[in-house]
């Protein structure tokens, strides 16, 4: 990490002397390149001073603490353990605040997503707990000034979802559910359960970045559009006008469907934004799963079929598996109030990367130290 930090603070000693000694530059791209990458690498660099600083900090601590027990100084001495407590405790905080600094953010984390929600095992119970979960992102969502936009929705007679798709639109959208990909599991007594038995259902969810046309090129000769009447709610709309469009990508053999608006071009927009971000998704999983170093880099593997969580009403507990956290307030998480376990989920994500990030650079010393060694000794001929 050293090593790292190092080359880190040399190159912000390069941009910030190249920015200073140019009031403006004729490469006016390249300027603001340098402008940005400076601002994007002074936090960390900034922290590891802070670190570095603290750590001095803590052995002039220690060495006044050997000095006043050698001369039985107990006052000074005192005061030198109580200022170490501190001093170490800020390191790990700023240690921390590094960690989450240095490991490259994700790419998606600043574009709006496509969650789909879809019921499992469990029947019309699965379908209700996809209502609640719907509901939960919901308020999830507008508590951090995200807009939701319902793509596709197959409700059911209990106030459930049989599925149910939206996008979540807002500044970082993709950093607070980009972890909520994967399969919920609810344990509780179902609602239409006569006998009090403790029932399991499953819900799957997938979380998707909104995809443009620069991420993913489709031909319209690829495309074959339906249109037929919606179904559903919608009073004398439903079954009137053709409304409600589907559109398949003969590629692939993927197809998406949009029946919430009124209007069939709103429907074909919402439709097309849906097909891009299930293309994309598809290319990065194919991608993904030939990379080695995937379960390295993700927590969790980010498979849909992965169980994450575990919603325990009885014991009125949240779990999630992949880091091993557990909550005890159901109630309030379910209106909503996921702030403390997506923060857990970044910090954890963080804490990952960063341990590639060191690995990378073990490998890159290690692959270097071989080069040079083999370049210094002679070739037998």
């Known amino acids: 990490m050293l090593d790292y930090l190092e080359k880190l603070e040399a190159r912000y000693n390069q941009l910030e002397a190249r920015l200073c000694a140019e009031a403006s530059s004729s490469d006016g791209e390249g300027y603001l390149?340098?402008?940005k990458e400076l601002s994007d690498i002074k936090p960390a660099v900034e922290l590891a001073r802070r670190m570095k600083a603290i750590e001095s900090d803590i052995a002039s601590a220690r060495e006044i603490e050997r000095d006043a027990s050698d001369k039985k100084d107990d006052n000074l001495a005192a005061l030198a353990v109580e200022e170490l407590s501190r001093l170490e405790s800020e390191l790990v905080k700023v240690q921390k605040a590094l960690r989450l600094a240095i490991a490259p953010p994700d790419p998606s984390e600043s574009k709006n997503v496509i969650v789909e929600i879809r019921a499992g095992a469990g029947g019309e119970e699965a379908a209700i707990f996809v209502g609640e979960l719907f509901r939960m992102y919901t308020r999830f969502a507008a508590a951090h000034g995200h807009e939701v936009e319902i793509f596709d929705s197959n409700p059911t007679d209990l106030n459930g979802f049989k599925e149910v798709i939206f996008m979540v639109k807002g500044p970082k959208a993709g950093k607070f559910f980009r972890f909520e990909s994967g399969v919920h599991r609810v344990q509780r007594v179902p609602a239409t359960e006569s006998s009090g038995r403790i029932h399991t259902s499953t819900v799957s969810v997938a979380v998707m970045p909104e995809?443009?046309?620069?991420?993913?090129?489709?031909?319209?000769?690829?495309?074959?559009?339906?249109?037929?009447?919606?179904?559903?709610?919608?009073?004398?709309?439903?079954?009137k006008t053709d409304s409600a469009v589907r559109i398949t990508h003969i590629p692939t053999g993927l197809a998406v469907a949009c029946q919430e608006d009124r209007s069939?071009?709103?429907?074909?927009?919402?439709?097309?934004?849906l097909l891009r971000a299930r293309l994309l998704d598809a290319a990065q999983s194919r991608k993904e799963s030939a990379r080695a170093d995937l379960r390295k880099?993700?927590?969790?593997?980010?498979?849909?079929?992965?169980?994450?969580?575990?919603?325990?009403f009885p014991q009125n507990r949240l779990t999630d598996h992949r880091i091993n956290f557990s909550v005890h307030n159901l109630p309030a998480i379910m209106e909503g109030a996921l702030d403390a376990l997506v923060?857990?989920?970044?910090?954890?994500?963080?804490?990952?990367?960063?341990?590639?990030?060191?690995d990378d650079l073990k490998s890159s010393s290690?692959?270097?130290?071989?080069?040079m060694t083999k370049a210094a000794i002679p070739s037998k001929k």
Do not use: C, P, W
Not at 264 to 273: E, G, L, S, T, V
Not at 343 to 358: I, N
């Open 33 to 35: 390149a340098a402008i």
């Open 211 to 239: 995809a443009d046309d620069v991420d993913i090129r489709i031909d319209e000769k690829d495309l074959r559009i339906d249109k037929y009447h919606a179904s559903g709610a919608g009073g004398q709309h439903v079954n």
């Open 264 to 273: 069939q071009i709103k429907n074909r927009a919402k439709a097309m934004k």
């Open 297 to 312: 880099k993700q927590i969790g593997t980010g498979d849909r079929s992965e169980k994450i969580r575990t919603y325990n």
């Open 343 to 358: 923060e857990k989920l970044v910090v954890e994500a963080a804490a990952a990367e960063f341990a590639r990030l060191e």
């Open 366 to 371: 290690a692959a270097g130290t071989a080069a």
